[in-house]
């Protein structure tokens, strides 16, 4: 099982708070454009802030060491095709996610968004990785979080299309962070990261072609947003959780990020004053202390005790 590292998790955890800002951004600039337009043109905003980084690195690179051409043949040969998957399973997440924007809040779309925490474990089983009782504790206990975020006090009777829409999105991404884990340990973070926002982006400016109506006039208006949902929440963001995901394993990864819920309300009641209730801040408290328990290594301390007995006994 891979071993979780400290710069994993501040990794994952900034990434988490981008992304739920983020919601804010999209739900406002979906106010000005359509599903597609908004996704396709954020996302190659993403990766367009990440080519001058690729070339900086490239070029010190080879004034450090000589280029080794066959083996940054190969390299790249990986990056597109690992980059060319990743981007189509970043595609269907992120479009099913922005079309939920039409008819839900952002609030509960970051809620409803969170439960790939609990669909990384079980599509891990499919996988065969093995997950420790400990992680279980914490995904359970924040499923009660997510409860107490979007159901409790409200019942049913308030799921709309939107929110069907966020939960396939939440499946979506669950298999996006496997991906991530598998395909990302042996190449360049950043240059995967920009293969797959060119290919989810490319992928869904075809379908704005196809299915929207975009005008110059209604971009130029969401230009604040799309900046600030493409450069951060694309191009810093999920390049941080390419990069954060190789010090983490990838049930406790899905914990950390599923935090964006969280930051997601958070900002939105800053933001588009959406309140929070009694039960929303109590599954808030509730998630927190999920994520924090699923740092601490219950077996290391329980081997420690057991030799600290031992010891005094001897």
Known sequence: MKKTQFKGVAMLLLTAFIWG?????????????????FNGIRTLLGAVILIPFIIVSDVARSKK????????????????????????????????QQFAFSWTSPGKIAFITAFYMLFVPVLGLL????????TWCCVIAGCVGLYFLCICGKGL????????????????FAVHILGVERLAADVDPVKLSCVQFIVSGSITCVLMAIFDTPSITAIKSATIPLMYSGFLSCGVAYTLQIVGQKYTESTVASLLMCTESVFGVVCSAIVLKEKMTGWETLG?????AAIIFSQVNVGAIIKKLRAKKSDSQV
């Open 21 to 37: 800002s983020s919601f804010v951004a999209q739900s406002v600039g979906m106010e000005e454009v359509e599903a597609f337009t």
């Open 65 to 96: 060491a000589p280029v080794d051409k066959e083996k940054r043949k190969t390299e790249n040969k990986k990056i597109l095709k690992n980059g060319a998957i990743i981007g189509v399973l970043l595609c269907i997440a992120g479009n099913l």
């Open 127 to 134: 996988l065969k990785k093995k997950v420790a009782p400990s």
């Open 157 to 172: 009777s308030g799921v709309n299309f939107g929110d069907v829409l966020a939960f396939l999105c939440s499946i979506a």
């Open 284 to 288: 808030c408290v509730i998630m927190f």
